[in-house]
């Protein structure tokens, strides 16, 4: 799994999926100021490495959760790649809604998803794990078990890891904050004071200025 994340991560970077920039922070949706950007939809764009994430995860799914009987994505940057898993493992395939349409039949989760069903969910990124965890909620609350989740990328923040483990969710993604870290100072796209700069935002993304 080791030479999985550093594979993952080095093409991340490649395409710019993933990017940093230590000297010139980026802003969060969340209003958090940060030095690393990640943007797994950019990989849909180059179809050798949006096959590798596809089968990567669903070999993912077939080894570590073998009684799945349905995949469900989060909305918005997990649907085409859940869709493309889905098809892979020949299952049936849903996405969950950030909130209920506010028209029509107002769907949280669109698809058919049968109540009962053991579920993998997938997503694009985990940062905090707050919207993944609520798509774990709506899925429990539409009858449907929530065997695990899966993802492209995590931050790994400490956070993250106790509220999954707060709401029982066993989480595996692709590559991490680590391997990223690690392949962007082998090819030296981050100096040895960026890594210093981005320990210090690691400590505490919420309160970091970049300052």
Not at 40 to 68: D, G, M, W
Request: glycine fraction near 6%; proline fraction near 5%.
């Amino acid at each position: 799994m080791e030479q999985v994340k550093q594979l993952i991560a080095q093409k991340l970077i490649e395409v710019q999926a993933v990017r940093l920039q230590p000297d010139k922070p980026f802003t969060w949706a969340s209003g958090w100021k940060s030095p690393i950007y990640c943007d797994n939809r950019k990989t849909l764009s180059y179809p050798q490495l949006r096959s590798l994430i596809k089968l990567e995860l669903a070999r993912v799914i077939a080894e570590q959760f073998p009684e799945a009987e349905a995949i469900a994505g989060v909305a918005t940057g997990a649907i085409a790649q859940g869709a493309l898993v889905a098809d892979a493992l020949s299952l049936p395939f849903s996405y969950i809604r950030s909130a209920p349409k506010d028209h029509g039949m107002e769907n949280l989760i669109e698809g058919d998803l049968k109540p009962g069903s053991r579920v993998v969910i997938v997503e694009d990124l985990i940062s905090t794990g707050g919207s993944s965890l609520k798509a774990v909620e709506a899925v429990r609350k539409h009858g449907a078990q929530v065997l695990g989740m899966v993802a492209i990328y995590t931050h790994g923040f400490p956070d993250a890891v106790r509220n999954f483990e707060a709401a029982d969710v066993r989480l595996i993604t692709l590559s991490d904050y680590d391997a990223v870290l690690a392949e962007a100072v082998r090819t030296n796209y981050i100096s040895k004071d960026d890594e210093q700069v981005l320990a210090q935002w690691r400590k505490s993304p919420s309160t970091w200025t970049g300052k």
